[in-house]
């Protein structure tokens, strides 16, 4: 007789996209200042979505910041943490639960390894990446692909292969699975 458990890894991921999804809608009404939202503030703007705009820092220096108040690096990189978290915490409200049946809480625990060791992972390409001279990197590792998202004017046949071989030393995914996208 199988054991059913009420929460499987399906739900769990849908769970966590949908605190995901919530998450940006809410924070969406709160940084547009109304309730038409931030896309409908930009539209009747004069102002154009994605536009950059140059700001003065306390240190004097010129920062560049887009629409949404931060680049595109720190966003995306902070969207991903955040979302990651949600998930591990998910997982580990089912180990802390008591009615939760063994092959469920080790279920959880494996799903909380895999999700540290792609976090050490892509935290290593994307030092290694830098270390070849791209400023900004943003490694995203799934469960049989890798992208990789460099800022720079152009790339080059041969900064493309330093990235492949950057990824492919850290993973074990086939060249034809690594996406590479030019973020400039």
Do not use: C, H
């Not at 998930?87 to 895999?114: F, M, P, R, Y």
């Not at 152009?154 to 995914?173: F, G, H, N, R």
């Amino acid at each position: 007789m199988k054991n059913k458990t009420i929460f499987g890894k399906k739900q769990l991921i849908m769970a966590a996209l949908l605190l995901a999804l919530g998450g940006a809608v809410w924070l969406n009404m709160q940084y547009s200042g109304a309730a038409g939202g931030f896309i409908n503030n930009a539209v009747s703007s004069n102002k154009n979505l994605g536009d950059t705009k140059y700001v003065a820092n306390v240190s004097g220096q010129t920062a560049v910041q887009t629409a949404a108040g931060t680049d595109y690096f720190t966003s995306a990189s902070a969207e991903r943490k955040k979302a990651r978290e949600e998930a591990v915490a998910l997982l580990e409200e089912t180990l802390d639960k008591v009615d939760a049946n063994s092959s469920a809480k080790q279920k959880a625990a494996d799903d909380i390894a895999e999700v540290a060791a792609r976090i050490e992972k892509e935290a290593a390409i994307e030092t290694l990446i830098k270390a070849k001279g791209f400023e900004k990197v943003l490694v995203v590792i799934g469960d049989d692909s890798v992208s990789v998202i460099v800022k720079a004017d152009e790339l080059l046949p041969s900064q493309t292969l330093q990235i492949q071989d950057a990824v492919t030393s850290q993973t074990k995914i086939s060249l034809q699975n690594i996406k590479i996208v030019n973020k400039k």
